[in-house]
T-cell receptor, first 108, second 114 residues
Framework: GEDVEQSLFLSVREGDSSVINCTYT??????LYWYKQEPGAGLQLLTY?????DMKQDQRLTVLLNKKDKHLSLRIADTQTGDSAIYFC????????FGSGTQLTVLP | EAEVAQSPRYKITEKSQAVAFWCDPI?????LYWYRQILGQGPELLVQ????????DSQLPKDRFSAERLKGVDSTLKIQPAELGDSAMYLC????????????FGSGTRLTVV
């Protein structure tokens, strides 16, 4: 079956880089996504990566994919207080399967 | 920017009562999803529609939950009777078609069953 796992919490200092990790089990996933959820809100798509790519960069966001180890990471450069939120990775086989989310706290 | 509209934003209901949620996807999006997100967890798929047809409702508790998308546009999710364990955020999402395409989520309906 499909399973996506993430660490629950991450705290960083403002201006530092944040790295959020995710592992998944479905090797046939063709797209992997990162979503951001602020308190009481819906999910906002941050970025995605196609499974034949190793890396994707989009402004402050860098996604790394190790398909052999089924490991996905999201790096946020120069983390700001506005980045405090829950971050979900998700794999897709026509419908999204989400991890439990990582609560990112940015300390001043 | 096009949005997925959901209403109500918040709903409090007593257990054993009926409750309904509404979703209006982005215009032209053929695929519509209902997800349930329990506090502290990731969203879990309840039902997926392609146009007016149900594609996947394997995780929908059919003894109490029902979903419809009669004209292939907006959709309603109903719970009858509501139970305490149904307290959660109910999220609707849409995408242009089934497959690995961008999903846009609505802001959700926060249900509290008392």
């Amino acid at each position: 079956g499909e399973d996506v796992e993430q660490s629950l919490f991450l705290s960083v200092r403002e201006g530092d880089s944040s790295v959020i990790n995710c592992t998944y089990t479905d090797s046939s996933s063709t797209y992997l996504y990162w979503y951001k959820q602020e308190p009481g809100a819906g999910l906002q798509l941050l970025t995605y990566i196609f499974s034949n790519m190793d890396m994707k960069q989009d402004q402050r966001l860098t996604v790394l994919l190790n398909k052999k180890d089924k490991h996905l990471s999201l790096r946020i450069a120069d983390t700001q207080t506005g980045d405090s939120a829950i971050y979900f990775c998700a794999e897709s086989q026509g419908q999204l399967t989400f991890g439990s989310g990582t609560q990112l706290t940015v300390l001043p | 920017e096009a949005e997925v509209a959901q209403s109500p934003r918040y709903k409090i209901t007593e257990k054993s009562q009926a409750v309904a949620f509404w979703c209006d996807p982005i215009s032209g999006h053929a695929t519509l999803y209902w997800y349930r997100q329990i506090l502290g967890q990731g969203p879990e798929l309840l039902v997926q529609f392609q146009d007016e047809s149900v594609v996947d409702d394997s995780q929908l508790p059919k003894d109490r939950f029902s979903a419809e998308r009669l004209k292939g546009v907006d959709s309603t999710l109903k719970i009858q009777p509501a139970e305490l364990g149904d307290s959660a955020m109910y999220l609707c999402a849409s995408s242009p078609r089934t497959g690995n395409y961008g999903y846009t989520f609505g802001s959700g309906t926060r249900l509290t069953v008392v």
